[in-house]
């Protein structure tokens, strides 16, 4: 008994430094009062609190100064706010191609990034690691932050990934990404790393700062070159046992649909089958060196034909995928997300006019605003998770 009184001041001192921090990261500038009214605390409480903090780099004070000159009796009242410079996060998005590194602030602010290719797809695990460290490094330089102020590293890839953040290797593609990246990093800058399916991770984001902001039951559709989805039911990502919750291999025996292929993959393929054949009407200013996904969506904006055709194509063939997700998963709303975003809204109305064909749980479907940095935003919003529910195990190095 004597243990528990004694350790419960220091436990109470604790979880009332976790409540300030938390309001603190949701506000600009505050007084105590205003620390008091959030909290809880009482004023010397509150004052003793926000003096630990701001001793420890979390949070700053603020200089008094009298506005616009006026007279003020007493004195004035102390102001507090977040340090978000007290450290920094890495969103890695690290595809088959290259790998994107975001420097973000402790508000989420992106800062800077960096993106640098990989040779080729079957390099090493140790190649793949150096252009990944290469590139965190040139993002953390270009912003004038240093590796030892980083607080927590995300990073998203093209293969399952389980709650405990291991990589499902049962197919060769997801294995190239099984390259001990935690212990890499953790090895080489001390980095706390935290590995996450690309698709959970453009749910994170897009819920954080897309189009599914504050919706709970919510399916994000990577659906560039390959469709992949993440999960969010009630609030919650949803993994599986082995991180393959939402993986949409299924689609392969769909039918209209038949396999993986996202939509700038298709709208490519489908123009250069047309720009090669006899019959084609237009796309002829793209028949030389063949039409991309941003080309055809264009050129159907103009009217022509051929261009038309292949968004009915892909308005079907979508409406099929988003259908099957929605009767398995019976979201309020499916986004569609990824570099092919941008240019995706004019299936939107197409899309919802079939989705009745498909299914008898039509969600909302709407596009990305993130467009290809949906995933780094997602992964910025896993690292600050970390720092947040951690901070006040956290060392602070870089205080500004």
Same mark, same amino acid.
């Given at each position: ?188 800058? %001390?980095?706390? @790393?935290? *590995?996450?399916?690309?698709?959970? +991770? =453009?749910?994170?984001?897009? &819920?954080?700062? $897309? #189009?599914? /902001? ?88 103009? %009217?022509?034909? @051929?261009? *038309?055709?292949?968004?009915?194509? +892909? =308005?079907?063939?979508?409406? &099929?995928?988003? $259908? #099957?997700? /929605? ?74």
């Amino acid at each position: 008994m004597s243990e528990m009184s004694a350790a419960t001041p220091q436990l109470l001192r604790r979880v009332s430094a976790g409540a300030v921090l938390d309001f603190m990261r949701t506000s600009d500038a505050v007084t105590v009062t205003e620390v008091m009214e959030a909290t809880g605390l009482t004023r010397a409480t509150a004052i003793a609190v926000c003096e630990d903090l701001m001793q420890r780099g979390w949070i700053r004070e603020l200089e008094n100064q009298r506005e616009f000159g006026g007279y003020q009796k007493g004195r004035p009242a102390r102001r507090f706010e977040l340090n978000e410079r007290a450290g920094y996060v890495l969103g890695m998005d690290v595809g088959i191609s290259k790998a994107t590194v975001v420097v973000a602030d402790l508000r989420g602010k992106s800062l800077g990034r960096a993106s640098q290719p990989f040779a080729d797809a079957e390099i090493t695990a140790e190649e793949r690691i150096s252009v990944i460290d290469r590139t965190a490094m040139m993002a953390l330089q270009g912003v004038g932050a240093t590796p030892d102020s980083v607080l927590a590293v995300c990073a998203g890839i093209a293969a399952p990934v389980d709650r405990n953040g291991e990589v499902l290797v049962t197919q060769h593609f997801w294995g190239l990404f099984d390259v001990d990246l935690k212990s890499a990093l953790r090895d080489r800058r %001390g980095w706390t @790393v935290l *590995l996450e399916n690309d698709a959970n +991770l =453009a749910a994170l984001g897009d &819920r954080w700062k $897309g #189009a599914a /902001a504050g919706v709970d039951d919510v399916v994000v559709i990577l659906a560039s070159e390959r469709l992949g989805s993440g999960v969010i039911d009630g609030g919650r990502l949803l993994h599986g046992r082995g991180g393959g919750a939402g993986e949409l291999a299924f689609l392969e025996m769909v039918e209209g649909v038949g396999d993986m292929f996202g939509i700038a993959f298709l709208a490519r393929g489908w123009a250069a089958e047309a720009l090669a054949g006899k019959a084609r009407t237009s796309l002829r200013e793209y028949a030389a060196q063949g039409a991309e996904a941003e080309q055809v969506f264009a050129a159907a904006a103009a %009217g022509d034909a @051929v261009a *038309l055709k292949i968004l009915d194509r +892909l =308005a079907d063939r979508m409406a &099929r995928v988003i $259908g #099957a997700v /929605a009767t398995i998963i019976n979201p309020e709303l499916v986004v569609i997300g990824g570099a092919v975003a941008n240019s995706a809204g004019v299936l939107l109305e197409p899309i919802a006019q079939r989705l009745k064909e498909f299914t008898a749980t039509p969600p909302r479907v709407a596009v990305s605003p993130l467009g290809d940095s949906i995933v780094t935003v997602g992964a910025v919003r896993c690292a600050l998770d970390y720092v947040e529910a951690n901070s006040l195990d956290l060392e602070l190095t870089a205080q500004a």
